[in-house]
């Protein structure tokens, strides 16, 4: 799996020219969106076929700030996955230090309900286990 990109623009920055916090957390859904992609089971095809994804818990920990221009090159796991929820974590580098390492924890639901991923999307379950393996 390739990491993601993300190029820090001038509107995410505050009068500091520092990247501001709330940002990390979209940088996050960029690199999560783009990892399904990879895995082949994007979130059109997700949605398509009647799963959410919704985050239960979400964590930063900023190490250094990033800045206008910046290339963030966010490289993410799954760092668990059980029948309900699937646990992300993020390092994310420029120019190969780390500036912010994260978690996110995200339920499956269908129809509003809480689904067995393993279950009713086997093949889903089955991507996510195989980038687990390596």
Not at 12 to 31: P, Q
Not at 32 to 59: A, C, H, K, L, N
Request: proline residues 4%.
């Amino acid at each position: 799996m390739h990491p993601y990109q993300h190029v820090v623009k001038y509107y995410e920055c505050d009068k500091m020219n520092i990247t501001h916090h709330s940002n990390y957390i979209r940088f996050m859904e960029e690199a999560r969106v783009d990892w399904m992609d990879q895995i082949g089971y994007g979130f059109e095809r997700m949605e398509q076929e009647g799963v959410v994804s919704p985050v239960t818990e979400v964590q930063c920990t900023y190490k250094y700030p990033t800045t206008f221009k910046d290339l963030i090159e966010i490289s993410l796991r799954v760092e668990h996955l059980s029948m309900l929820k699937v646990r992300f974590a993020y390092t994310m580098t420029v120019r190969g230090k780390v500036v912010c390492t994260a978690m996110s924890t995200h339920c499956f639901l269908e129809n509003g309900r809480p689904v067995a991923l393993q279950t009713r999307f086997p093949e889903l379950y089955a991507a996510i286990m195989k980038t687990m393996d390596n």
